[in-house]
């Protein structure tokens, strides 16, 4: 059974920093690609924040988030990493990490961001984590 363990969040002030950290298991091959996500209050949608590919050479973030966000995964682990440093009030969000097993062919360098680090591309999810930007 596919799952994915959230952990991190909470409440932080402009500027502050917050790791939110995502934990795999169940999966039968570590091929696998992660995106986070975030819903901010009254969104229907889920918005795109950053995305890594299976072997982690390859990372994407949404144009608001880059230069703050750093996404990272330690396979060994089966851990996926997002340190959101720079923090304003407009990231705040329920935050998601989802998996999905793309071909291994792939290039996701050569995917554009609208169409890698997408929701209805994801499969798995894990159970969401509220950050909150407020002074």
């Known amino acids: 059974q596919l799952k994915l363990v959230q952990s991190g969040g909470g409440l932080v002030q402009p500027g502050g920093s917050l790791r939110l950290s995502c934990e795999t298991s169940?999966?039968?091959?570590?091929?696998?690609?992660i995106g986070w996500f975030r819903q901010a209050p009254g969104k229907e949608e889920r918005e795109g924040v950053s995305?890594?590919?299976?072997?982690?050479?390859?990372?994407k973030y949404a144009d608001s988030v880059k230069g703050r966000f750093t996404v990272s995964r330690d396979k060994a682990k089966n851990m996926v990493y997002l340190q959101m440093d720079a923090l304003l009030p407009e990231d705040t969000a329920v935050y998601y990490c989802?998996?999905?097993?793309?071909?291994?062919?792939?290039?996701?360098?050569?995917?554009?961001?609208?169409?890698?680090?997408?929701?209805?591309?994801?499969?798995?999810w894990g159970q969401g984590t509220q950050v909150t930007v407020s002074s």
């Open positions: 989802a998996a999905e097993i793309f071909p291994t062919d792939l290039d996701w360098a050569g995917v554009p961001w609208e169409d890698m680090c997408v929701q209805r591309n994801f499969g798995s």
């Open positions: 169940g999966f039968t091959s570590d091929d696998y690609g």
């Open positions: 995305c890594i590919s299976d072997n982690g050479g390859s990372r």
